[in-house]
């Protein structure tokens, strides 16, 4: 059956479907632009997933406990298994996860600026957990009512599990803040490396987001990063305060009147800096992620090798 | 139970603990570095298991060593350690890790085959649920030597040299401790030479049908508490934390 309705008309009708809250599926017509953004945050969440397996699988040999060692491992993998939906939720709009794993190790993707930050102690694998995974399901909360159906069932998947890393993460620095004085001082040193890369996962400030006026739009996303910041900020802020541990921020205040815990200035030279490949481990995760491929492709040969033969065979 | 026993039974759970929580270790290492993200998460998977399977054995240790898990895993030396020097290799590549893995679980599995039957009744009915975990190991393993053995020459070639490697080490798990005679009178614990002829009926067909030539190789002259210097390397990233701050919990 041919559509031989105009552009505009398909347009219009699309977006009265966003507008009535319909999801958008793999095989519904939408403008390209609607797509490309599609793909573009979602490979850069799937992405995001995959490298971030690495600053905390770091930590993996180093596990102080038995338990909590099985709890990271299965951490990590869940950031695996989050990478594998993601992967397939950009597959359906039409690429492939080949050609988007190939542009991230060509250095030509981006992903979540945060994992180009060091793990440095056992209790930043606390910290992430509950402040990087709190800023993550922030978002993701948002996302899992995104107008485009597979991301959305993605985010209420992965929403569900990285509430557990969060509790884990929260639990952990709450026993350390509680500890032993070198304990709790490895908390409150994740706290000051780990605070200003969590606020800008939210990404550049709305004044400065070139794309969040189409994706909110399109119900891509229904918040601004400034929005979703804020909302972060009055949630954690008293949680760490009541821990005795110190916010990294000495121009942090509480508003009365706007009810909102205040901020100072987010160093965005250092956003930036880092987006554009020059933070602390960028070139490190990269080289990590190339040589994990490089010294698969045997593996995947073999495989592909094999499958034939027994493709032949029957 | 006679003092003896007691001996005996301690330094056999030590033993099978020792081997799991090593190995877990290892599989634990390719995380987010394995060839393809599926299997990133089955070693995951592995590594859990293992680990899981470590702190049953050590709890069922505890009465005799008087120890927690974590204390056997994170406050002994590697001179203490009673594991075979297999699972504390390295993990070379990705043929040498699944071919170790597979000939252990076969070992692992044909075990606890026997260790449900264990008149120590508490051991029994651990290896039964550790075993229904383990099945499913020795199955994604034995497809991995298969696929590999049978992929492409440099798979094949990968798979025959770290078969050449780790033959003589697997072996050493056939190798008796000092004090099995006892449990094996008592009905606890398998006699190894049976086990070592189950598990040859098992993997030395599947390896020659993955196109992979069994060794013609004696064991390594080892015995559990002899030890490789990888092994010191491992508890050295294992236990950096826990010592650190011994009184800490965490």
Same mark, same amino acid.
């Given at each position: 059956?041919?559509?031989?309705?105009?552009?505009?008309?398909?347009?219009?009708?699309?977006?009265?479907?966003?507008?009535?809250?319909?999801?958008?599926?793999?095989?519904?017509?939408?403008?390209?632009?609607?797509?490309?953004?599609?793909?573009?945050?979602?490979?850069?969440?799937?992405? !995001?997933?995959?490298?971030?397996?690495?600053?905390?699988?770091?930590?993996?040999?180093?596990?102080?406990?038995?338990?909590?060692?099985?709890?990271?491992?299965?951490?990590?993998?869940?950031?695996?298994?989050?990478?594998?939906?993601?992967?397939?939720?950009?597959?359906?709009?039409?690429?492939?996860?080949?050609?988007?794993?190939?542009?991230?190790?060509?250095?030509?993707?981006?992903?979540?600026?945060?994992?180009?930050?060091?793990?440095?102690?056992?209790?930043?694998?606390?910290?992430?957990?509950?402040?990087?995974?709190?800023?993550?399901?922030?978002?993701?909360?948002?996302?899992?009512?995104?107008?485009?159906?597979?991301?959305?069932?993605?985010?209420?998947?992965?929403?569900?599990?990285?509430?557990?890393?969060?509790?884990?993460?929260?639990?952990?620095?709450?026993?350390?803040?509680?500890?032993?004085?070198?304990?709790?001082?490895?908390?409150?040193?994740?706290?000051?490396?780990?605070?200003?890369?969590?606020?800008?996962?939210?990404?550049?400030?709305?004044?400065? !987001?070139?794309?969040?006026?189409?994706?909110?739009?399109?119900?891509?996303?229904?918040?601004?990063?400034?929005?979703?910041?804020?909302?972060?900020?009055?949630?954690?802020?008293?949680?760490?305060?009541?821990?005795?541990?110190?916010?990294?921020?000495?121009?942090?205040?509480?508003?009365?009147?706007?009810?909102?815990?205040?901020?100072?200035?987010?160093?965005?030279?250092?956003?930036?800096?880092?987006?554009?490949?020059?933070?602390?481990?960028?070139?490190?995760?990269?080289?990590?992620?190339?040589?994990?491929?490089?010294?698969?492709?045997?593996?995947?040969?073999?495989?592909?090798?094999?499958?034939?033969?027994?493709?032949?065979?029957? | 139970?006679?003092?003896?026993?007691?001996?005996?039974?301690?330094?056999?759970?030590?033993?099978?603990?020792?081997?799991?929580?090593?190995?877990?270790?290892?599989?634990?290492?390719?995380?987010?570095?394995?060839?393809?993200?599926?299997?990133?998460?089955?070693?995951?998977?592995?590594?859990?298991?293992?680990?899981?399977?470590?702190?049953?054995?050590?709890?069922?240790?505890?009465?005799?060593?008087?120890?927690?898990?974590?204390?056997?895993?994170?406050?002994?030396?590697?001179?203490?350690?009673?594991?075979?020097?297999?699972? $504390?290799?390295?993990?070379?590549?990705?043929?040498?890790?699944? /071919?170790?893995?597979?000939?252990?679980?076969?070992?692992?599995?044909? /075990?606890?085959?026997?260790?449900?039957?264990?008149?120590?009744?508490? /051991?029994?009915?651990?290896?039964?649920?550790?075993?229904?975990?383990?099945?499913?190991?020795?199955?994604?393993?034995?497809?991995?030597?298969?696929?590999?053995?049978?992929?492409?020459?440099?798979?094949?070639?990968?798979?025959?040299?770290? /078969?050449?490697?780790?033959?003589?080490?697997?072996?050493?798990?056939?190798?008796?401790?000092?004090?099995?005679?006892?449990?094996?009178?008592?009905?606890?614990?398998? $006699?190894?030479?049976?086990?070592?002829?189950?598990?040859?009926?098992?993997?030395?067909?599947?390896?020659?049908?993955?196109?992979?030539?069994?060794?013609?190789?004696?064991?390594?002259?080892?015995?559990?508490?002899?030890?490789? $210097?990888?092994?010191?390397?491992?508890?050295?990233?294992?236990?950096?934390?826990?010592?650190?701050?011994?009184?800490?919990?965490?």
């Amino acid at each position: 059956m041919t559509d031989d309705r105009t552009y505009e008309e398909k347009l219009a009708e699309f977006e009265a479907r966003i507008e009535r809250g319909e999801k958008i599926e793999p095989g519904d017509w939408m403008p390209d632009e609607y797509r490309r953004q599609l793909i573009r945050m979602i490979s850069q969440h799937a992405h !995001s997933e995959v490298v971030g397996m690495l600053p905390e699988g770091a930590w993996i040999p180093h596990a102080p406990s038995l338990r909590r060692k099985m709890i990271l491992i299965a951490k990590v993998q869940d950031e695996g298994g989050h990478g594998q939906y993601l992967y397939h939720a950009a597959e359906s709009l039409g690429v492939d996860r080949e050609e988007l794993i190939e542009a991230l190790l060509a250095g030509k993707a981006k992903y979540s600026n945060v994992f180009n930050y060091p793990t440095l102690t056992w209790a930043d694998i606390g910290m992430i957990g509950w402040l990087v995974d709190g800023a993550a399901i922030k978002n993701q909360t948002m996302l899992a009512h995104s107008s485009y159906g597979p991301y959305s069932r993605a985010m209420v998947r992965i929403c569900a599990e990285e509430t557990f890393h969060y509790k884990q993460g929260k639990e952990m620095i709450t026993l350390y803040a509680k500890g032993t004085p070198e304990q709790r001082q490895m908390a409150q040193d994740a706290l000051n490396r780990w605070w200003w890369p969590a606020l800008m996962m939210f990404g550049p400030p709305d004044s400065q !987001s070139i794309h969040t006026e189409t994706l909110m739009r399109w119900k891509i996303k229904i918040k601004t990063n400034d929005q979703l910041r804020q909302e972060f900020i009055n949630e954690i802020v008293p949680e760490f305060l009541a821990l005795g541990l110190e916010i990294p921020d000495p121009d942090l205040h509480y508003d009365e009147e706007t009810g909102n815990w205040v901020i100072g200035e987010i160093d965005w030279d250092e956003f930036w800096r880092v987006i554009r490949g020059n933070g602390p481990m960028n070139r490190d995760r990269l080289a990590a992620r190339r040589e994990a491929h490089e010294k698969g492709k045997w593996v995947r040969e073999a495989l592909e090798a094999y499958a034939q033969r027994q493709a032949q065979a029957a | 139970m006679n003092k003896k026993l007691q001996q005996a039974l301690m330094d056999r759970l030590v033993a099978m603990a020792d081997d799991e929580v090593i190995l877990g270790h290892r599989d634990s290492e390719w995380t987010g570095h394995a060839p393809i993200l599926e299997e990133d998460i089955a070693i995951a998977n592995l590594a859990q298991d293992e680990i899981g399977h470590a702190i049953i054995w050590y709890e069922l240790a505890e009465p005799f060593t008087g120890n927690d898990a974590d204390s056997m895993a994170y406050f002994r030396d590697a001179r203490q350690f009673r594991n075979v020097q297999m699972v $504390e290799l390295p993990n070379h590549d990705w043929a040498f890790t699944m /071919l170790r893995h597979y000939l252990y679980d076969a070992y692992e599995l044909a /075990l606890l085959t026997r260790l449900v039957e264990s008149k120590f009744e508490a /051991l029994a009915k651990a290896a039964e649920k550790v075993r229904n975990e383990e099945v499913y190991h020795f199955r994604h393993t034995s497809d991995w030597v298969e696929r590999l053995g049978l992929g492409t020459e440099e798979s094949n070639t990968r798979m025959q040299r770290a /078969l050449d490697h780790l033959w003589p080490y697997a072996l050493q798990l056939f190798r008796p401790m000092p004090l099995d005679d006892t449990l094996i009178e008592a009905d606890y614990f398998p $006699e190894l030479g049976e086990l070592r002829s189950a598990w040859e009926q098992v993997v030395i067909p599947h390896l020659e049908k993955s196109d992979l030539k069994v060794p013609d190789a004696e064991p390594i002259y080892a015995h559990r508490h002899h030890h490789t $210097e990888h092994l010191v390397d491992l508890l050295a990233d294992m236990q950096m934390v826990a010592r650190s701050l011994p009184d800490a919990v965490w």
